[in-house]
């Protein structure tokens, strides 16, 4: 009987001790050699007036001030409607269950994101003023690349 518990318990403990000895953490690997800033403004199916606002006022930002990094690909905009099943997966990254707007900064490979959400509510309707202080963030962003 003695033989009996120690054996189940010896093979209790070994198998508790593989399962934990497992990572079990999620890691994004990304290319080290990328470095760019990701411009992702999340919308639902159904958009408010400063929704379509945000959005043009950051094309606008874009076009206006950004053209040739967007051709470079140092620079990308995305518009993501987040109602869609095949966008589950990045708004969940975002946390994006509605208008949002990111920036996404991946420099050699490391993303850092910046919930500009609140700054686009505030000031999408006033296509100068959004228009400013977006630029000033991502030239601040663009020189730590």
Known sequence: MKQFNFLTILLFSLMISSCN???????NTIDQ??????????????????CNAIEASTKYTLDTYFSNEL????ITFQVINVDKVE???????????????????????KETQFDLTEFAF??????????????IKLENELKNL
Request: hydrophobic share 30%; net charge positive.
């Open 21 to 27: 000895g497992q990572d079990k953490s999620k890691t």
């Open 71 to 74: 051709k470079e690909g140092k």
């Open 122 to 135: 505030m000031k999408g309707n006033e296509q100068e003023e959004f228009s400013k202080e977006l630029k």
């Open 87 to 109: 966008n589950e997966k990045i708004a969940k990254k975002f946390e994006a269950s509605g208008t949002a707007l990111f920036l996404n900064v991946i420099n050699e490979g």
């Open 33 to 50: 050699s990328i470095s760019k800033i990701e411009v992702i403004d999340f919308h639902s199916t159904h958009r408010c007036m400063t």
